[in-house]
């Protein structure tokens, strides 16, 4: 079964900085796409970025300059660097990726809490 395994989420402070990194089975490289997404309280869950094999990155609304998306072919692995956070930006943080099977994967998410 494939899995991806997305890791660092946890607690920071406004105007703080965290990477979050998504683990990726190397069966599935090269990557067509790879995006993270995420899910606040209430709310539905929403693009924050994503990353093509054909394109520049595109990223949700107002987080383009504070989040970077980036992958590591070596390492087989999708990061989201955060910076400047806000206590809008809590949430869950899903890795998805779309493999090089055509098919989309998704993990399990990662909890972002930033305090105020």
């Known amino acids: 079964q494939v899995r991806l395994v997305e890791s660092g989420g946890g607690l920071v402070q406004t105007g703080g900085s965290l990477t979050l990194s998504c683990a990726v089975p190397?069966?599935?490289?090269?990557?067509?796409?790879a995006e993270w997404n995420r899910q606040s309280p209430g709310n539905q869950r929403e693009l924050v970025a994503k990353s093509t094999s054909d394109g520049p990155p595109v990223y949700g609304d107002s987080l383009k300059g504070r989040f970077t998306i980036s992958v590591d072919n070596a390492k087989n692995v999708v990061y989201l660097k955060m910076t400047s956070v806000k206590p809008e930006d809590t949430g869950v943080y899903y890795c998805?990726?779309?493999?090089?099977?055509?098919?989309?994967?998704w993990g399990r998410g990662t909890l972002v809490t930033v305090s105020s």
């Open positions: 190397g069966s599935l490289f090269p990557l067509t796409a």
């Open positions: 998805a990726v779309y493999g090089s099977d055509r098919r989309y994967y």
